[in-house]
T-cell receptor, first 113, second 111 residues
């Protein structure tokens, strides 16, 4: 059945290492998004992509990078330049850019020590 | 930019009614969303308002007043499973229709 998958559910890394979070969707959606969620701060947009091979920075893109080589996939790399990488990361998709409804994946909780 | 305010926490009793408020300030309002998020899980869509008034969906209703920059989510006949965070999100037409989320309201339903 259709949906968005993120893996892994929990991820642990040492400070100074880059780490890539996976996001795959089989909903045939054009647009995909990455959000970061910290306690009490809601969701903040990191990057979004409205079409394959194109992506735009969100509000907090520094220290992150993305690629969109395939419609189904939108991986997020958390680089060592990100000052406070420990957070809950949510991937979402929608039929077109910021359209009516975004569907969210189950999230990846990243802990960096 | 945008500013979205919601209460941090609320408590209500099973079977009762609860109203979760959201106020916002934005120059290019183009719709308001409510999402439900259980702890450690993905947010799920509840409702969408772009015009003034009340939208009803079963036990959940959402109201919007654009002139007041105000919305509320009304939950009736509360059930224990309604214990979750409720996120208000505003779409800004002046910012490519990007969504800005409030901090969320954590609702605890007690027996």
């Amino acid at each position: 059945d259709g949906g968005i998958t993120q893996s892994p559910k929990y991820l642990f890394r040492k400070e100074g290492q880059n780490v890539t979070l996976s996001c795959e969707q089989n909903l045939n959606h054009d647009a995909m998004y990455w959000y970061r969620q910290d306690p009490g701060q809601g969701l903040r947009l990191i990057y979004y992509s409205q079409i394959v091979n194109d992506f735009q920075k969100g509000d907090i893109a520094e220290g992150y990078s993305v690629s969109r080589e395939k419609k189904e996939s939108f991986p997020l790399t958390v680089t060592s330049a990100q000052k406070n990488p420990t957070a809950f990361y949510l991937c979402a998709s929608s039929t077109s850019g910021f359209s009516y409804e975004q569907y969210f994946g189950p999230g990846t909780r990243l802990t960096v020590t | 930019g945008q500013n979205i305010d919601q209460p941090t926490e609320m408590t209500a009793t099973e079977g009762a009614i609860v109203q979760i408020n959201c106020t916002y300030q934005t120059s290019g309002f183009n719709g308001l969303f409510w999402y439900q998020q259980h702890a450690g899980e993905a947010p799920t869509f509840l409702s969408y308002n772009v015009l003034d008034g009340l939208e009803e969906k079963g036990r959940f209703s959402s109201f919007l007043s654009r002139s007041k920059g105000y919305s509320y989510l009304l939950l009736k006949e509360l059930q224990m499973k309604d214990s979750a965070s409720y996120l208000c999100a505003v779409r800004d037409g002046n910012a490519g229709n990007m969504l800005t989320f409030g901090g969320g309201t954590r609702l605890m339903v007690k027996p």
